[in-house]
């Protein structure tokens, strides 16, 4: 996958190689906030887990940094993540989408997770430079529909586990060469629980360097293209 690497002097293209992708949920660092977002779903009919953190592995395909998804589904919704890209004695952080089918959810997880792509921004940090001030990056999406735009989810690192303990979640759950590995960290709380948006903007901010990587992706869901 082809990226550019933002540094605090330079731009440079990179590109990283891509072996798996999990998606990690319920990684809060906050049990009570974990226990937030457990009951949400709860409200849409999905069980809770057996444990957390829990890791989804999914399908490699499914990574993209384009600006339109195509779902089958129109009852699928994002939410705005870390993204870590593991390679080899490197670790590079972008922002990104868990996009999922919310009603298949009700049946699997896992199987919701592999329906829709995983949506990633095309520019990515040295976690070297941002490991010293980790705590005070920043995750926000907004969306917009019928509604307009709104800010819809606004939280800090601090709400999910650091970079080295999400690391540990996935070896904990496999026996795979994490060379390549792509890993999504987990969300912050929404402000209104789920939305089935037809745009979503992402952002990740770095206050202390003052820089902030961006992505924004329309949902084209198959589903509303036929005749009824």
Not at 198 to 219: F, G, N, Q, S, T
Request: negative net charge; charged residues 30%; hydrophobic residues 35%.
């Amino acid at each position: 996958m082809k990226v550019s690497l933002i540094k605090r002097d330079k731009v440079q293209p990179v590109e990283l190689q891509v072996n798996r992708v999990y998606c990690i949920g319920y990684a809060g660092r906050d049990q009570a906030k974990v226990r937030e977002h457990i009951d949400e779903l709860a409200k849409i009919g999905v069980a809770a887990p057996p444990r957390t953190p829990t890791v989804y592995p999914v399908s490699t395909c499914l990574l993209t940094d384009a600006s339109t998804i195509m779902p089958q589904g129109k009852e699928t919704s994002g939410e705005v993540e870390f993204v870590l890209f593991l390679q080899g004695d490197k670790t590079y952080i972008s922002v990104g989408s868990d996009q999922t089918d919310r009603d298949l959810e009700k049946a699997s997880i896992m199987k919701s997770k592999q329906m829709c792509e995983k949506v990633v921004a095309n520019q990515v940090w040295d976690y070297e430079e941002v490991r010293d001030h980790w705590d005070s990056l920043i995750l926000r999406a907004w969306v917009t529909d019928e509604k307009g735009k709104r800010l819809y989810q606004d939280g800090p690192a601090t709400a999910l586990l650091p970079v080295p303990d999400l690391i540990n979640a996935v070896k904990q759950e496999t026996d795979q060469n994490l060379d390549g590995a792509v890993i999504y960290s987990g969300t912050v709380p929404t402000h209104e629980g789920f939305v089935f948006a037809k745009i979503w903007d992402l952002e990740l901010e770095d206050p202390v360097l003052k820089r902030k990587i961006a992505h924004r992706y329309e949902v084209k869901a198959l589903e509303q293209e036929m005749k009824a």
